[in-house]
């Protein structure tokens, strides 16, 4: 399986990211339920407090979504920090350029090869056709002509 470029990545996080935000406004709109944690010990089921309802069950996983659930939304909802334009723009940058892919060094020199050897194959070519052709047919033009 190939490598996943730092876009792609991103790509996923921010995916992640909104399939959270969309989970936490549906948790948002289902009424509330007290639940009560039980030591580390078993930590297998949680049951509801409410006597009225069945208990459900609710494992550690689940557990510890809904609290990384509750720090992401509490960290929502903190205002950003205000920079001035410039400094944002700084900020944009650094934040572009670590999802840039850079090229490895194998890559560069392969690169650098080729650019060389197209630059020595087209000025031969113009030398060529230089010296070798248009010279001596506007040569011969201005025999005739004189």
């Known amino acids: 399986m190939a490598k996943k470029s730092k876009t792609q990545k991103a790509k996923a996080a921010a995916a ?3 399939r959270k935000q969309a ?3 549906e ?3 289902s009424p509330k339920v007290e639940v009560a944690e039980e030591p580390k010990k078993g930590f297998k089921k949680v049951f509801n407090k409410k006597k009225d309802e069945k208990p459900t069950e ?8 809904e609290r990384r659930d509750k720090k992401m939304a509490e960290k929502e909802n903190k205002a950003p920090k205000k920079h001035g334009k410039i400094v944002q723009f700084f900020i944009d940058v650094k934040a572009e350029m670590k999802r840039v892919t850079w090229p490895t060094k194998k890559d560069v020199a392969q690169w650098t090869g080729v650019v060389i050897g197209a630059l ?3 000025g031969v070519y113009v030398a060529i056709l230089d ?3 248009v010279t001596p047919l506007l040569l011969f033009i201005s025999k005739l002509g004189g």
């Open 58 to 65: 609710k494992t550690a996983a689940q557990l510890r979504q």
């Open 120 to 122: 020595v194959f087209f």
């Open 131 to 133: 010296n070798f052709i």
């Open 27 to 29: 948790k948002k709109e």
């Open 16 to 18: 992640r990211a909104a």
């Open 23 to 25: 989970k936490l406004e």
